[in-house]
T-cell receptor, first 115, second 120 residues
């Protein structure tokens, strides 16, 4: 079975500071990895994904995540956050070609950006 | 184009009543998923439909929960004899399903805004 751990339930940071949201996963088979973002009172939106190829993936709004197979991690980073980045961030995995098509989510990290 | 829509956006019901939650997936998406988001439990998978295949019901928490998908499009999640622990946000997602020839799974899921269910 697969599992996802997001070690930090809440991360407060000041505007323009760098941030890292940690994600570790456990799986005996290869997985694909995703970060979803949920802004206040909105649904989940796909932020970025790793399926194959370059282990560093980027989003259009300045976030990036790096897949590290040896550490089974997929941490999300941004060098300088904005107030508008305040949201809850979910890391998720899926088993490619598996019998189940569902995403397995971590419990989420609430990022709070303060002025 | 239109995204995944869900109705109602909010539902308050009394313990013991039945409720139906509706999901309209993105047109052309063959895969449809239901998840539940609750405090302390995070996001839990409930059920997965892929085309005309039998649904994967492995995430349904009890036999009070059921779902159907009519005509390969709209889906309804039904909770019978609701309990207070059923209070949560129920999220629906859809995906293209399979792409190309030979077909390969497409893994990006697009989520609706959710239905907030409160059982009093």
């Amino acid at each position: 079975a697969q599992s996802v751990t997001q070690l930090d339930s809440q991360v407060p940071v000041f505007e323009e500071a760098p941030v890292e949201l940690r994600c570790n996963y456990s799986s005996s088979v290869s997985v694909y990895l995703f970060w979803y973002v949920q802004y206040p009172n909105q649904g989940l939106q796909l932020l970025l994904k790793y399926l194959s190829g370059s282990t560093l993936v980027e989003s259009i709004n300045g976030f990036e995540a790096e897949f590290n197979k040896s550490q089974t991690s997929f941490h999300l980073r941004k060098p300088s956050v904005h107030i508008s980045d305040t949201a809850e961030y979910f890391c998720a995995v899926i088993v490619p070609g598996g019998s189940q098509g569902n995403l397995i989510f971590g419990k989420g990290t609430k990022l709070s950006v303060k002025p | 184009g239109a995204g995944v829509s869900q109705s109602p956006s909010n539902k308050v019901t009394e313990k013991g009543k039945d409720v139906e939650l509706r999901c309209d997936p993105i047109s052309g998406h063959t895969a449809l998923y239901w998840y539940r988001q609750s405090l302390g439990q995070g996001l839990e998978f409930l059920i997965y439909f892929q085309g005309n295949s039998a649904p994967d019901k492995s995430g349904l928490p009890s036999d009070r929960f059921s779902a159907e998908r009519t005509g390969g499009s709209v889906s309804t999640l039904t909770i019978q004899r609701t309990q207070q622990e059923d209070s949560a946000v129920y999220l629906c997602a859809s995906s293209v399903g399979y792409l190309g020839t030979p077909s390969r799974p497409f893994y990006e899921q697009y989520f609706g805004p959710g239905t907030r269910l409160t059982v009093t």
